[in-house]
């Protein structure tokens, strides 16, 4: 079924029988639609897009999570990433989330990243739990030494979110492909030249 919330469709599709019915109320009537009445299409319309907008569904604040850890990363700023993540955190790599902020921090220190572009490839949320799985071309920044060994990478990524209270917070994230071969969070943790084997 289609959730008014997240896509304005179904309220669009009722605004325009809405107006196919004033119109042909207008036809048929001697003294033809009353004013108002054109205006209630209108106003479904109008809701349709208030409520996509105004209303952020958990399928959207998850995504929303996974776009600003994108976005910190690209920045290179590991502590724009630290509100969205859990306390309780830990990967196959990093035993705690202060353990992934100190990684992030210490990759990140010196330009690496011109930009980053995610692509979510599927999601399935189901309070309070939600899986994510995503890619992020990487374009690297020609003052970084990646660049001289790799333009670009495309990252393949599955992460676990868990909500708490309103808020959703990263709980795990793993490397699934790098280049569409198969990797996992050793592969990044050597040098400029180990990372590209």
């Known amino acids: 079924m289609t959730n008014v919330f997240e896509q304005p469709w179904f309220l669009l599709g009722v605004s325009a029988?809405?107006?196919?019915v004033v119109f042909i109320i207008n036809s048929v009537s001697a003294k033809g639609a009353k004013w108002w009445l054109w205006l209630l299409p209108i106003l479904i319309a109008a809701s349709a897009f208030a409520v996509d907008y105004f209303v952020a569904t958990d399928n959207e604040k998850v995504k929303t999570v996974i776009a600003r850890i994108v976005r910190a990363v690209q920045n290179e700023n590991a502590d724009a990433m630290e509100p969205f993540i859990s306390q309780?955190?830990?990967d196959?790599?990093?035993p705690s989330?202060?353990?992934?902020l100190d990684n992030c921090r210490d990759r990140l220190s010196e330009p690496l990243i011109e930009k980053n572009?995610?692509?979510?490839?599927s999601t399935d949320v189901k309070p309070p739990n939600a899986s994510v799985v995503f890619t992020v071309r990487v374009v690297f920044d020609p003052k970084g030494y990646v660049y001289e060994f790799r333009k670009m990478m495309?990252?393949?990524?599955?992460a676990q979110l868990r909500k708490q209270g309103e808020n959703w917070f990263l709980s795990?994230?793993?490397i699934v492909t790098i280049d569409l071969q198969p990797a996992d969070w050793q592969h990044i943790q050597g040098?400029?030249?180990e990372v590209l084997d």
């Open 17 to 20: 029988v809405a107006l196919l």
């Open 88 to 90: 309780d955190y830990h």
């Open 92 to 94: 196959s790599y990093h």
């Open 97 to 100: 989330k202060e353990a992934l």
């Open 117 to 121: 572009v995610l692509s979510i490839l």
């Open 154 to 158: 495309i990252f393949k990524l599955q």
């Open 172 to 174: 795990r994230i793993e």
């Open 191 to 193: 040098a400029a030249s």
